[in-house]
C-alpha cells in the first residue's frame, strides 16, 4: 500500500497517508475540517528496492537479454576475438634512458 501526500488549500496543513491503491482520495482535512483538501503528485505509488541486494539487472525482460547477448555475439569476429575494425594497435611504447658513461 503506496503512501499519499495530502495539503489543505484553507489551512495549508500538509501531511503523508497511507493507503491503498482502491481507496478514494481524502477530502476533509483532519486539522481544520474543511473540505479543501487535494493530494499532491509525487512517490505515491511508487516501488522502493531498499538494500543491497537489488540490482539494476535482476529483473530484466527475457526480450533484453536474447538483445544484450545477440549484441554481445555480434561484436566477436570468426575466431571468438572481437573484431579490430581495421585498425592496428601501435606497439606499446618502452622509454630508454641513456647509459651513463665512464670519464
Same mark, same amino acid.
Given at each position: 500500500m503506496p503512501t499519499?501526500? *495530502?495539503?489543505?488549500?484553507?489551512? +495549508?496543513h500538509q501531511f503523508d497517508e497511507f493507503q491503498s491503491f482502491r481507496d478514494d482520495p481524502l477530502k476533509v482535512c483532519p486539522k481544520c475540517h474543511a473540505e479543501a483538501l487535494r493530494?499532491?503528485?509525487g512517490?505515491?505509488?511508487?516501488?522502493?528496492?531498499?538494500?543491497s +541486494?537489488? *540490482?539494476?539487472?535482476?529483473y530484466r525482460s527475457e526480450s533484453y537479454k536474447k538483445a544484450a547477448r545477440a549484441d554481445a555475439d555480434a561484436g566477436k569476429g570468426t575466431n571468438g576475438k572481437a573484431e579490430?575494425?581495421?585498425?592496428?594497435?601501435?606497439?606499446?611504447?618502452?622509454?630508454t634512458k641513456p647509459s651513463p658513461s665512464t670519464t
Open positions: 499519499y501526500e *495530502y495539503k489543505c488549500d484553507a489551512c +495549508g493530494r499532491l503528485f512517490t505515491g505509488a511508487a516501488i522502493l528496492f531498499k538494500g +541486494g537489488f *540490482y539494476e539487472t535482476d579490430s575494425n581495421g585498425k592496428s594497435e601501435a606497439p606499446a611504447k618502452t622509454e
